[in-house]
């Protein structure tokens, strides 16, 4: 059993920052590439950052130079810090390892005035 658990968000308003965590229960996060979608009203899940055992990251041009995706392999657990935020930020986050199915619960960041 893969459990993923998302924390970090909130409401923020334009130009302000949250740092998005996202904690593995499982040993399948120290094989994994792990990554940061996103889905927000009415729009399709999109690919927001990878990042590889390694520490190689990718981003999305969206979020690129804005965003930065890290990990703690000592303590499965994945980061998002996101800076400059802007309202088309505004989403439900969740972390996966790629190449599984397992998704977390998500977190919401909101970016309003």
């Known amino acids: 059993q893969v459990q993923l658990v998302e924390s970090g968000g909130g409401l923020v308003q334009p130009g302000g920052s949250l740092r998005l965590s996202c904690a593995a229960s499982?040993?399948?996060?120290?094989?994994?590439?792990m990554a940061w979608y996103r889905q927000a009203p009415g729009n399709e899940r999109e690919f927001v950052a990878h990042?590889?055992?390694?520490?190689?990251?990718n981003y999305a041009d969206a979020v690129k130079g804005r965003f930065t995706i890290s990990r703690d392999n000592a303590k499965s657990t994945v980061y998002l810090q996101m800076n400059s935020l802007k309202l088309e930020d505004t989403a439900v986050y969740c972390c996966?390892?790629?190449?599984?199915?397992?998704w977390g619960q998500g977190t919401q960041v909101t970016v309003s005035l």
């Open positions: 499982t040993n399948l996060f120290r094989v994994a590439t």
């Open positions: 990042i590889t055992t390694a520490g190689y990251t």
């Open positions: 996966k390892p790629l190449g599984t199915s397992f």
